[in-house]
């Protein structure tokens, strides 16, 4: 099945694309740096959301998150950067009320598209141990008339942070694991497409992803593809009223039922009381100012 899946992105990844892996960022601002004739540009991003939504999960309890990044893009196509957001609830992995991601890779042509690949490095400073990550990813991006499009695989080995340590929330809340140590990887394919109206500030967006990953909890009672697999979709408009000014409005859901929410609680609720839900579907808006 994981060779399927697999040979899936890859035939996804052929066709051109262009746009974002709902939550994942590459570039910190999420978009194509600017244009310069120095041999190093520097872009960077400010966001302020309702929500925290990371593969259609919330990361801040449903509550409203403070994000921003830098990134430092060579003229070669390389580029290193680090993005951080608040967290609450589910998304503190132990105790760390802040999420941060080094990233590091390459974009370059291909074809009529651009190819980007790299590596992300997942850390939740003041965390529990065994919280951090590295996911590889790779996505082919571009235009098929009026349609920026995007397909891509995202990629992490097997890591003790990833775990199936506790099978159900009941006995992550009694502390007793089920199998402590354990460690697995985790799969994400999406695809991504937006749509500029013509003579407006305003662009259409739509993402689809699917996980396929670690069915329990992990070290700290989390997963980052909770019920092992699931989709997630998202339905959205940007509005740019002027050059580093966003403002957002996105519909995200996924298909994550009641049932497998009620498996996983009291972790997978809101405000962690076995209470409410933090992967129903909700509607975030957000106002960006990059550079």
Known sequence: M???LLAA???????PAHAQDGGDQILADGSESPAANDAVTVSGSATLASDYR????????RSMAVQGGVTLIHESGAYVGAWGSNLAGWGTFGGANMELDLIAGVKLPFGAGTLDTGL???MYPSGANETDFAELYARLSGNVGPLALTGGVAYAPQQEALGNVFFTGAAAAAGT??????KEDNLYLFADAAYGIADTPVTLKAHLGYSDGNPGLGPNATSVAPTGTYFDWMLGADVTPREG????????DTDISEAESARLRPSFSRGQDGTGSIA???????VTASF
């Open 177 to 182: 694991p089920d199998d402590p140590g354990d």
């Open 2 to 4: 994981r060779l399927f």
């Open 280 to 286: 129903g579907s909700a509607v975030v808006a957000s």
């Open 54 to 61: 990371f593969r259609g999960i919330s990361q801040t309890d």
């Open 9 to 15: 992105a890859a035939a996804l990844a052929a066709a």
């Open 245 to 252: 000014l966003t403002f957002s409005l996105s519909y995200i």
């Open 120 to 122: 992300t490095w997942y």
